[in-house]
């Protein structure tokens, strides 16, 4: 069970129906490095299924700058799947992943170390029906944005 989702209301429902327990996660995954892969391989460790939400070009391009995304949707989409911890990718196009989270109803929230609790969309609305919120520590020096630094010959 893997795929591209473009319904998470109809995917939890159905998740849920099933008893498993959901994981969720979401971000750019520009450039995957292996911060995103740590990430990922500690949120499949939370649940049953693991479903990634997945900014659109646009949503990317108003986050991080209209040189970004370095590689497109549908080609960020499969190397995500391609990911034996990842089950579905859920594309979303707002700036947050409220309104999906709010479809998916995860069991579990999972985000980088680079986010305070207080800080996390969603977190809130997952702990109000039981659901818990997990951090996964920050690996210092994996990110996108330093890659295409270092790409660009920029410190």
Sequence with gaps: MKGLVRDPRLLGEALRGANLKVVFTNGCFDILHRGHVELLRFAKGLGDVLVVGLNTDDSVRRLKGQERPINPLPDRAAVLLAIRWVDFVVPFGEDTPERLIRELRP????????????DIVGAEFVTSYGGEV???PYLEGYSTTSIVRRLKGQS
């Design 107 to 118: 069991d579990v929230l999972v985000k980088g170390g680079d986010y305070r609790l207080e």
């Design 134 to 136: 997990r951090i996964f």
